[in-house]
């Protein structure tokens, strides 16, 4: 059934929200996704604070443009088209539908993406679902950190047991 005038106004102030709160965004071609696979989907992205939202192309056509992007023209992509809306880290909606393209063959192909208000292809999404999140990103800064102090205790815990060892080699060499 058509939408309404008044129900596509409410559509395109939902999405001008979404598009100024979301840090990126990742567009998506989705073919022969049942419901259950579209509800996993969301349901993944929904645990990291991003959101899928599935609208005609006209209506995304329309928010976007309002918002100023450089170098998108979503009509010109064919199919049916999801926006996912990264809304805490910017490469995490790429991560998460990166890893479902992966389960599902087939059914999930990065179409493009905004980041920094600039449209990207989708090589650069596919590119971006491949690095490591925020908090993988933080533990490996937090090990880089932790190293050296790691290695210095272990240094003064070697000569500390050395220094143990010597005393008790003189100990059991007086009591002989």
Not at 17 to 23: P, R
Not at 32 to 40: A, H, S
Request: aromatic content about 10%.
């Amino acid at each position: 059934m058509p939408k309404t005038k008044e129900q596509k106004r409410t559509i395109l102030k939902e999405l001008s929200e979404k598009i100024s709160k979301a840090k990126s965004v990742v567009f998506a071609k989705f073919t022969g996704l049942g419901v259950k696979d579209n509800e996993n989907l969301r349901a993944k992205l929904l645990k990291e604070h991003n959101e899928y939202y599935v609208a005609k192309k006209t209506l995304f056509d329309l928010s976007f443009k309002d918002k100023g992007i450089v170098g998108l023209d979503i009509k010109k992509f064919d199919g049916q088209i999801a926006a996912i809306f990264g809304y805490d880290d910017e490469v995490s909606p790429a991560k998460i539908a990166g890893q479902f393209k992966k389960e599902k063959e087939g059914k999930l192909e990065f179409i493009g993406g905004i980041l920094e208000n600039k449209f990207i292809n989708a090589a650069e999404v596919a590119n971006l679902s491949e690095l490591p999140s925020k908090k993988e990103l933080y533990a490996k800064i937090i090990g880089s950190i932790n190293a050296p102090v790691f290695g210095f205790v272990n240094a003064l815990a070697g000569n500390l047991k050395n220094l143990v060892y010597a005393l008790n080699a003189i100990k059991d060499k007086k009591q002989a």
